[in-house]
């Protein structure tokens, strides 16, 4: 069996998922504290939360592309 594109995709994806849930909760964690240098870090999860979900739409239009290709 060979590893397609689309799996490989498809795994990085899982870890991109699973990379959002641990910073969301990072960041759950983090909210409600009023400290200059916690309020600084949870700005900089949230600006890597959207770049993490930024990933994430990329992944899903290149594995609709795979998709395609496999039904040509």
Do not use: S
Request: net charge neutral.
């Amino acid at each position: 069996m060979c590893i397609t594109n689309r799996m490989r995709l498809e795994r990085a994806m899982e870890h991109l998922e699973a990379e959002r849930a641990r910073e969301e909760h990072a960041i759950q964690q983090l909210d409600g504290i009023k400290i200059q240098e916690i309020i600084i870090l949870r700005n900089k999860k949230a600006m890597y939360m959207a770049e993490v979900d930024q990933l994430i739409r990329n992944t899903k239009e290149k594995i609709e592309q795979e998709k395609e290709k496999e039904t040509k």
